[in-house]
Protein backbone atom coordinates (compact mmCIF):
# COMPACT_ATOMS: atom_id res chain seq x y z
CA UNK A 1 0.00 0.00 0.00
CA UNK A 2 0.84 3.63 -0.54
CA UNK A 3 1.99 5.01 2.30
CA UNK A 4 4.14 8.22 3.96
CA UNK A 5 6.25 7.73 7.43
CA UNK A 6 7.59 10.36 9.08
CA UNK A 7 10.34 8.07 11.59
CA UNK A 8 10.89 11.47 14.18
CA UNK A 9 7.49 11.89 16.49
CA UNK A 10 8.85 14.67 18.60
CA UNK A 11 12.19 17.09 17.58
CA UNK A 12 13.45 19.33 20.05
CA UNK A 13 15.84 21.94 18.74
CA UNK A 14 17.91 25.37 19.99
CA UNK A 15 16.82 28.35 18.68
CA UNK A 16 19.18 28.97 15.79
CA UNK A 17 19.81 26.04 15.04
CA UNK A 18 19.64 23.96 11.64
CA UNK A 19 16.87 21.87 11.66
CA UNK A 20 16.08 18.43 9.06
CA UNK A 21 12.42 16.55 9.47
CA UNK A 22 12.75 13.47 7.53
CA UNK A 23 10.31 12.03 5.44
CA UNK A 24 9.98 8.84 3.35
CA UNK A 25 7.12 7.46 0.65
CA UNK A 26 6.23 4.27 -0.59
CA UNK A 27 4.69 4.78 -3.65
CA UNK A 28 5.14 3.00 -7.23
CA UNK A 29 5.99 6.10 -9.33
CA UNK A 30 7.27 9.28 -8.03
CA UNK A 31 4.42 11.47 -6.44
CA UNK A 32 3.92 14.66 -5.90
CA UNK A 33 5.15 15.60 -2.67
CA UNK A 34 4.10 18.23 0.29
CA UNK A 35 5.35 19.66 3.31
CA UNK A 36 2.35 21.28 5.37
CA UNK A 37 2.94 22.91 8.89
CA UNK A 38 -0.08 23.37 11.55
CA UNK A 39 -0.01 25.66 14.65
CA UNK A 40 -1.49 24.78 17.58
CA UNK A 41 -5.38 24.74 17.25
CA UNK A 42 -4.88 26.12 13.26
CA UNK A 43 -5.26 24.74 9.93
CA UNK A 44 -2.40 23.42 7.73
CA UNK A 45 -0.08 25.61 5.77
CA UNK A 46 1.41 24.51 3.27
CA UNK A 47 5.41 25.11 2.83
CA UNK A 48 6.48 23.66 -0.15
CA UNK A 49 5.56 20.93 -2.88
CA UNK A 50 7.69 19.25 -5.44
CA UNK A 51 6.23 17.76 -8.36
CA UNK A 52 9.09 17.18 -10.68
CA UNK A 53 12.27 19.19 -11.92
CA UNK A 54 14.34 20.78 -9.89
CA UNK A 55 14.81 18.21 -6.76
CA UNK A 56 15.67 21.15 -3.94
CA UNK A 57 12.20 23.26 -3.73
CA UNK A 58 12.32 26.56 -1.80
CA UNK A 59 9.16 27.16 0.25
CA UNK A 60 7.73 30.17 2.44
CA UNK A 61 9.52 30.84 5.59
CA UNK A 62 13.03 29.75 5.00
CA UNK A 63 12.65 26.37 4.18
CA UNK A 64 13.34 23.98 1.74
CA UNK A 65 13.15 20.41 1.22
CA UNK A 66 15.00 18.01 -1.19
CA UNK A 67 13.67 15.13 -2.96
CA UNK A 68 16.02 12.08 -3.37
CA UNK A 69 14.43 9.59 -5.26
CA UNK A 70 17.35 6.83 -4.86
CA UNK A 71 15.97 7.05 -0.76
CA UNK A 72 12.31 7.52 -1.31
CA UNK A 73 13.15 10.24 0.73
CA UNK A 74 11.80 14.25 1.15
CA UNK A 75 13.36 15.52 4.03
CA UNK A 76 12.89 19.53 4.85
CA UNK A 77 15.50 21.49 6.73
CA UNK A 78 15.59 24.96 7.92
CA UNK A 79 19.44 26.21 8.49
CA UNK A 80 18.54 28.34 11.62
CA UNK A 81 15.16 27.79 13.35
CA UNK A 82 13.18 30.85 15.06
CA UNK A 83 10.92 30.10 18.02
CA UNK A 84 8.11 31.08 16.10
CA UNK A 85 8.88 27.31 14.29
CA UNK A 86 7.26 25.71 16.88
CA UNK A 87 4.50 23.17 15.35
CA UNK A 88 3.67 20.36 14.02
CA UNK A 89 4.57 19.46 10.43
CA UNK A 90 3.09 17.01 8.09
CA UNK A 91 4.67 16.04 4.70
CA UNK A 92 2.28 14.23 2.40
CA UNK A 93 1.95 12.57 -1.09
CA UNK A 94 -0.56 13.05 -3.93
CA UNK A 95 -2.17 9.40 -4.37
CA UNK A 96 -2.71 9.19 -8.17
CA UNK A 97 -4.90 6.14 -7.79
CA UNK A 98 -7.32 7.97 -5.58
CA UNK A 99 -6.83 11.68 -6.14
CA UNK A 100 -6.11 11.77 -2.06
CA UNK A 101 -3.92 13.07 -0.09
CA UNK A 102 -1.85 10.89 2.12
CA UNK A 103 -0.30 12.37 5.06
CA UNK A 104 2.41 11.33 6.91
CA UNK A 105 2.06 10.92 11.20
CA UNK A 106 3.69 14.31 12.00
CA UNK A 107 6.83 15.50 13.85
CA UNK A 108 5.97 17.84 16.42
CA UNK A 109 8.86 20.39 16.65
CA UNK A 110 9.99 22.35 19.94
CA UNK A 111 12.06 24.81 19.93
CA UNK A 112 14.05 25.46 23.28
CA UNK A 113 16.30 28.94 24.09
CA UNK B 1 -4.46 33.87 -1.78
CA UNK B 2 -5.83 30.92 -1.52
CA UNK B 3 -8.12 31.79 1.45
CA UNK B 4 -10.76 28.80 3.11
CA UNK B 5 -12.67 30.28 6.18
CA UNK B 6 -14.22 27.77 8.33
CA UNK B 7 -17.36 28.34 10.72
CA UNK B 8 -17.29 27.95 13.64
CA UNK B 9 -13.74 27.90 15.11
CA UNK B 10 -15.16 26.45 18.45
CA UNK B 11 -18.44 24.88 19.33
CA UNK B 12 -19.82 22.63 22.02
CA UNK B 13 -22.76 21.07 21.94
CA UNK B 14 -25.22 18.53 24.24
CA UNK B 15 -25.19 14.85 23.35
CA UNK B 16 -28.14 14.53 20.73
CA UNK B 17 -28.11 17.41 19.15
CA UNK B 18 -26.64 18.35 15.66
CA UNK B 19 -23.74 21.06 14.61
CA UNK B 20 -22.82 22.25 11.40
CA UNK B 21 -19.45 23.44 10.05
CA UNK B 22 -19.09 25.54 7.21
CA UNK B 23 -16.31 25.79 5.17
CA UNK B 24 -15.65 28.51 2.26
CA UNK B 25 -13.25 29.62 -0.67
CA UNK B 26 -13.22 33.43 -0.08
CA UNK B 27 -10.67 33.81 -3.20
CA UNK B 28 -11.36 30.98 -5.29
CA UNK B 29 -14.27 28.39 -6.39
CA UNK B 30 -13.97 24.79 -5.55
CA UNK B 31 -15.42 22.36 -7.30
CA UNK B 32 -13.63 20.16 -4.95
CA UNK B 33 -13.70 20.42 -1.28
CA UNK B 34 -12.39 17.83 1.64
CA UNK B 35 -13.52 17.46 5.21
CA UNK B 36 -10.37 15.60 7.26
CA UNK B 37 -10.88 14.54 11.04
CA UNK B 38 -7.76 15.44 13.46
CA UNK B 39 -7.45 13.48 16.88
CA UNK B 40 -5.02 15.00 19.71
CA UNK B 41 -1.47 14.19 18.26
CA UNK B 42 -2.29 12.33 15.30
CA UNK B 43 -2.69 12.99 11.82
CA UNK B 44 -5.37 14.32 9.64
CA UNK B 45 -8.01 11.13 8.81
CA UNK B 46 -10.11 11.69 5.31
CA UNK B 47 -13.44 11.54 6.16
CA UNK B 48 -15.44 12.43 2.94
CA UNK B 49 -14.85 14.51 -0.68
CA UNK B 50 -17.53 16.90 -1.18
CA UNK B 51 -18.42 17.85 -5.01
CA UNK B 52 -19.89 20.84 -5.73
CA UNK B 53 -23.84 19.21 -7.29
CA UNK B 54 -23.15 15.86 -6.38
CA UNK B 55 -23.52 13.76 -3.58
CA UNK B 56 -20.14 13.72 -1.54
CA UNK B 57 -18.37 10.96 -1.49
CA UNK B 58 -17.45 9.19 2.35
CA UNK B 59 -14.48 7.39 2.81
CA UNK B 60 -14.97 3.40 4.58
CA UNK B 61 -15.98 3.67 7.86
CA UNK B 62 -17.53 6.82 8.15
CA UNK B 63 -20.96 6.94 9.00
CA UNK B 64 -22.72 9.39 6.24
CA UNK B 65 -25.95 9.37 7.93
CA UNK B 66 -24.01 10.41 10.81
CA UNK B 67 -21.68 13.11 8.75
CA UNK B 68 -23.89 14.73 6.34
CA UNK B 69 -21.77 17.13 3.83
CA UNK B 70 -23.69 19.64 0.97
CA UNK B 71 -21.90 20.82 -0.76
CA UNK B 72 -24.32 23.17 -2.64
CA UNK B 73 -21.93 26.33 -4.08
CA UNK B 74 -18.85 26.54 -5.78
CA UNK B 75 -17.53 28.84 -2.29
CA UNK B 76 -19.54 26.83 0.27
CA UNK B 77 -19.14 22.93 1.60
CA UNK B 78 -20.93 22.37 4.89
CA UNK B 79 -20.53 19.11 7.36
CA UNK B 80 -23.28 18.45 9.79
CA UNK B 81 -22.80 16.25 12.76
CA UNK B 82 -26.10 14.79 13.44
CA UNK B 83 -27.49 13.31 16.80
CA UNK B 84 -23.60 13.95 18.25
CA UNK B 85 -22.20 11.98 20.69
CA UNK B 86 -19.11 12.58 22.94
CA UNK B 87 -16.93 10.35 20.69
CA UNK B 88 -17.55 12.73 17.96
CA UNK B 89 -15.59 15.26 19.66
CA UNK B 90 -12.21 16.13 17.51
CA UNK B 91 -10.89 18.85 15.57
CA UNK B 92 -12.45 18.90 12.29
CA UNK B 93 -11.06 20.70 9.22
CA UNK B 94 -11.75 21.57 5.48
CA UNK B 95 -9.79 22.13 2.67
CA UNK B 96 -10.85 23.12 -1.17
CA UNK B 97 -8.94 22.20 -4.00
CA UNK B 98 -7.93 25.58 -5.95
CA UNK B 99 -5.95 23.76 -8.91
CA UNK B 100 -5.44 19.99 -9.31
CA UNK B 101 -3.10 18.23 -6.89
CA UNK B 102 -3.07 21.35 -4.24
CA UNK B 103 -5.51 21.57 -1.48
CA UNK B 104 -5.63 24.78 0.26
CA UNK B 105 -6.82 24.26 4.36
CA UNK B 106 -9.27 26.01 6.19
CA UNK B 107 -8.48 27.06 10.22
CA UNK B 108 -10.34 23.21 11.90
CA UNK B 109 -13.47 23.14 13.59
CA UNK B 110 -12.97 22.42 17.20
CA UNK B 111 -16.04 20.67 18.55
CA UNK B 112 -16.80 19.14 21.74
CA UNK B 113 -19.76 16.99 23.16
CA UNK B 114 -20.95 17.29 26.61
Known amino acids: AQSVTQPDIHITVSEGASLELRCNYS??????LFWYVQSPGQGLQLLLKYFSGDTLVQGIKGFEAEFKRSQSSFNLRKPSVHWSDAAEYFC???????????FGTGTRLTIIP | GAVVSQHPSRVICKSGTSVKIECRSL??????MFWYRQFPKQSLMLMAT?????????EQGVEKDKFLINHASLTLSTLTVTSAHPEDSSFYICSALRERYEQYFGPGTRLTVT
Open chain 1, 27 to 32: YGATPY
Open chain 1, 92 to 102: AAYNFGNEKLT
Open chain 2, 27 to 32: DFQATT
Open chain 2, 50 to 58: SNEGSKATY
